[in-house]
């Protein structure tokens, strides 16, 4: 059926690195990603979208990479601070809808 | 703007019960959504609708209920509360649909206890 995945369900990172969170999708029929954050509490908010003619897009410290040979989308985010403590979810189209995967939590320590 | 507004926050219900959960979206978005999340998951997509009037399920209708009659309003409907139904409930919305690349904006929760 359909999925989408995330390769770990928890990173942590010191204030200052660059993290890297991870996806794979199932289907190859979607044509469009999103990244949200998750605060505790807080529905999700919309971080960055991509759609599937492009490879990467570039948002303010985030940087979102698709590779559609693998099926694999990826979100960096750059000199992470401790406000970017969150649950980070992807998710894909399917028609009307999209479809969502479990998450990773990211944890960041000053 | 107020965005996507979900009432009630919170709610504890008896098994059995029903009720209603609110959502309100002041974008004129055309399309909204009821997704359930459950602890430690992704969400899932339980109704979603296209415009007043219509409405189609998701991945997990079973024992919900919808209605859309206005553009901005889009509630979902507990017939008889079951303990598999607690969970926390979000409504979302957007211009277009996901296959027209346009992301969807989300309320920030009905937290749901059935005992």
């Known amino acids: 059926g359909e999925s989408v995945g995330l390769h770990l369900p928890t990173l942590s990172v010191q204030e200052g690195d660059n993290s890297i969170i991870n996806c794979a999708y199932s289907n190859s029929a979607s044509d469009y990603f999103i990244w949200y954050k998750q605060e505790s509490g807080k529905g999700p908010q919309f971080i960055i979208d991509i759609r599937s003619n492009m490879d990467k897009r570039q948002g303010q410290r985030v940087t979102v990479l698709l590779n559609k040979t693998v099926k694999h989308l990826s979100l960096q985010i750059a000199a992470t601070q401790p406000g970017d403590s969150a649950v980070y979810f992807c998710?894909?189209?399917?028609?009307?809808?999209?479809?969502f995967g479990k998450g990773t939590t990211l944890s960041v320590s000053s | 703007n107020a965005g996507v507004t979900q009432t009630p926050k919170f709610r504890i219900l008896k098994i059995g019960q029903s009720m209603t959960l609110q959502c309100a979206q002041d974008m004129n978005h055309n399309y909204m959504y009821w997704y359930r999340q459950d602890p430690g998951m992704g969400l899932k997509l339980i109704y979603y609708?296209?415009?007043?009037?219509?409405?189609d399920k998701g991945e997990v209708p079973n024992g919900y209920n919808v209605s859309r009659s206005t553009t901005e309003d889009f509630p979902l409907r507990l017939e008889l509360a079951a303990p598999s139904q607690t969970s926390v409930y979000f409504c979302?919305?957007?211009?277009?649909?996901?296959?027209?690349?346009?992301?969807?904006?989300f309320g920030d929760g009905t937290r749901l206890s059935i005992l």
């Open positions: 998710a894909s189209s399917k028609g009307a809808a999209l479809i």
């Open positions: 609708s296209v415009g007043a009037g219509i409405t």
């Open positions: 979302a919305s957007s211009l277009g649909q996901a296959s027209r690349k346009q992301p969807q904006h």
